[in-house]
């Protein structure tokens, strides 16, 4: 059975915001990783003023994890406080997640289709049709 945890967005803060975060419920970052770690390919480069910006960064809290990144470049535009959030579900197959993509997606909109990542992930994002941010992440390489 997938799990669902919650995916945060800011514009600029995170890492700030995680720091905080983190203050408060203690632990470690499973991940921290920023946007000029990204490879760059197929005609696109992450532009300079996004470089220092977080990527992705993941704070384990019991049973769950709190995600988070900054947007930046082509997404910036689009960030809206009070909406940047997103449920993140982590199948436990390449199946379930085409499943779980495929049917939550119907009437909404998809802003990543499903595919291979660099970071070793089946992936996709969309926008249900009630306005719910969704991603979709199968591991399909393990982390060590």
Known sequence: MATVNTYLNFNGNCEEAFNFYKSVFGGEFAYIGKFGEMPEGDGYSVPEADKNKIMHVSLPIGST???????????APTFVQGNNFSVSISPESKEEADKLFNGLSVGGQVTMPMEDTFWGAYFGMFTDKFGINWMVNFETQQHG
Do not use: V
């Open 65 to 75: 994890i709190l995600m988070g990144s900054d947007t930046g470049g082509d997404w």
